[in-house]
């Protein structure tokens, strides 16, 4: 595994010491080419997941970062999945599954009724942040990586993913909410309306499906992510039932922005490509377990309020 720095939290949250004793930990910049393609032959893995890259805050904060890590960091991972197959005697390139995201696409007032018939190749592009322009030219990226290289690969696009690990990003709101009610402690969710709810479990379930998808099939494959379409509301209001003093504890702020992304996309290519239509966990019990792993982390002393920022109605502190 390769990220930019040691940070070990999120590992020791959601694998047990045994697992992540098997996981090597490489720490190096996705923008340094050699590095990326040093380590991906070093490697010599059966599959690439690319899941690195900045969110749509801090891509709006430095944007020259952003496409500096969002997409030449993805052409790097390309190349150096090109350099393996140039080392590999004629064998088939190993296949690249990546983070691409639901952000490629506009708000729903720009696709209408006929939004959710769309697979996700076939819908027109309006992204309306930089972020989405960004993982748009990924998709770009993929596919002629298939046309001059015969590099497969699979993007997926999902949305308001929920669940251990997520503390950063425009859609964070709803697992921090539950985060915080876990805690003890008020949150306001800084985002609203309509979006598709997507559980971490089953995300890392089809990454990995996708991959194998990918070299099975070939091609330069983009599938749209739909789970469970619903208001950030009313997510809050099944998660109720699961932390019942989250209704005391979390609320949508006043005037907050409304997550300017279509959620009801077709996701048949995504069950074709991993071979199964039952591609995710019901919500009340995805959001149950969600809540019960937080109570365990709790318990272990392993759940921290660093990403939640300042309670609602209470000073920052003061450094």
């Not at 045994?18 to 720490?27: I, T």
Request: with cysteine; aromatic share 4%.
């Amino acid at each position: 595994m390769m990220d930019l720095k040691e940070a070990p939290h999120i590992l020791k949250q959601v694998l047990s010491d045994e697992e992540r004793s098997r996981v090597r930990c490489v720490h190096a910049d996705i923008t340094d080419a050699a590095a990326v393609r040093d380590l991906v032959l070093a490697a010599s893995p059966t599959a690439v997941v690319h899941l690195a890259g900045m969110q749509i805050p801090l891509v709006k904060g430095n944007p020259g970062l952003g496409a500096a890590v969002n997409v030449i960091g993805t052409i790097n991972v390309f190349e150096a999945v090109r350099a393996l197959s140039e080392t590999a005697n004629g064998a088939p390139a190993v296949p690249v599954v990546y983070a691409s995201s639901a952000a490629v696409l506009g708000p729903s007032s720009d696709y209408g009724p006929a939004g959710a018939a769309l697979p996700a190749e076939q819908h027109p592009h309006r992204p309306r942040t930089l972020y989405g322009v960004l993982k748009l030219c990924n998709e770009g990226t993929a596919r002629l990586y298939w046309q001059d290289h015969r590099v497969p690969s699979a993007g997926l696009r999902p949305l308001t993913v929920f669940g251990v690990g997520r503390e950063v990003g425009l859609t964070s709101a709803s697992t921090k909410a539950v985060k915080a009610a876990i805690l003890g402690r008020r949150f306001e969710c800084q985002v609203t309306g309509v979006t598709g709810f997507q559980y971490v479990v089953d995300v890392a379930r089809l990454f990995v499906e996708a991959a194998e998808g990918a070299a099975r099939a070939g091609g330069a494959h983009v599938c749209g992510l739909r789970g469970h379409v619903a208001s950030h509301e009313g997510f809050l209001r099944e998660a109720e039932r699961a932390v019942p003093a989250l209704a005391s504890l979390a609320s949508v702020a006043p005037g907050a922005a409304e997550v300017p992304i279509h959620a009801d996309v077709d996701e048949s290519p995504l069950q074709a490509l991993v071979g199964r239509k039952d591609l995710h966990m019901p919500l009340a019990e995805a959001v149950a377990e969600m809540a019960a792993d937080f109570g365990a982390l709790k318990l272990r002393g392993l759940l921290q309020d660093d990403d939640l920022g300042p309670e609602p109605g209470k000073p920052a502190a003061k450094l």
